[in-house]
């Protein structure tokens, strides 16, 4: 195992305290960061903090996921899945499959995100989904009408919106009506690099078992 593995590792023990705290010690789900590539984004790219975030999101990962795999989508204008960041080829992930293989630049769709992450679906597993930004879209009645939509699937969203950017979009799919069950929260989070481990754990966290009960309840394989 690498280095980074190993701290990866040691961060998945802190992130497991959380994971209890929550009563989640149990869930077993397949763990998707979705990472917007609009142009507003490419500073955190280009200084590591994307990667940095990765990592900590894969150390969480370890607490749900056997395979400690995390499924990444990029998304922009456009969206594509891009592979399965582990422990193995986690060291310069971003680096590699993201900034050397797509354009940090375009539009921000969030629904073109969200369809990707459909594809994933059925599984053996619940997707937990880790789908971070930095602004608002341009395509909101159709993520409104998707987030819809996948509420009757075994998918749980965490909008992360980050840096200085008033997401009123977001509060709105936290709260949006006609859904099957509630499958969405929103956290803002206004400087992603320097937010402590602890903190980061619990904020992606919130709500999370809450939707676990509820699905059970309709009826989804959770």
Request: glycine share 8%.
């Amino acid at each position: 195992m690498t280095d980074l593995g190993k701290r990866v590792v040691d961060l998945s023990k802190k992130a497991a305290f959380s994971v209890s705290r929550h009563g989640l010690e149990d869930f077993q789900a397949r763990v998707v960061f979705v990472m917007d590539i609009s142009k507003s984004m490419y500073p955190l790219y280009r200084d590591g903090t994307m990667q940095q975030v990765l990592e900590r999101v894969a150390a969480l990962a370890l607490n749900f996921d056997d395979d400690g795999q995390v499924d990444v989508i990029v998304f922009g204008t456009d969206a594509r899945y891009v592979g399965g960041a582990t422990l193995a080829t986690l060291e310069g992930f971003v680096a590699r499959e993201i900034v050397a293989r797509h354009n940090i630049n375009g539009a921000t769709n969030y629904a073109r995100g969200m369809r990707e992450v459909a594809r994933l679906l059925p599984g053996p597993h619940p997707l937990f989904v880790v789908f971070l930004t930095d602004g608002n879209n341009g395509d909101r009645p159709e993520t409104e009408a998707l987030l819809r939509e996948l509420s009757g699937q075994p998918v749980f969203f965490k909008f992360l919106g980050i840096g200085s950017e008033r997401f009123a979009f977001l509060e709105k799919l936290d709260d949006l009506e006609g859904r099957l069950v509630d499958n969405a929260d929103f956290q803002a989070i206004s400087d992603i690099a320097t937010i402590r481990d602890g903190e980061l754990f619990e904020r992606l966290l919130v709500e999370l078992n809450d939707w676990r009960s509820a699905a059970a309840a309709a009826g989804l394989q959770v």
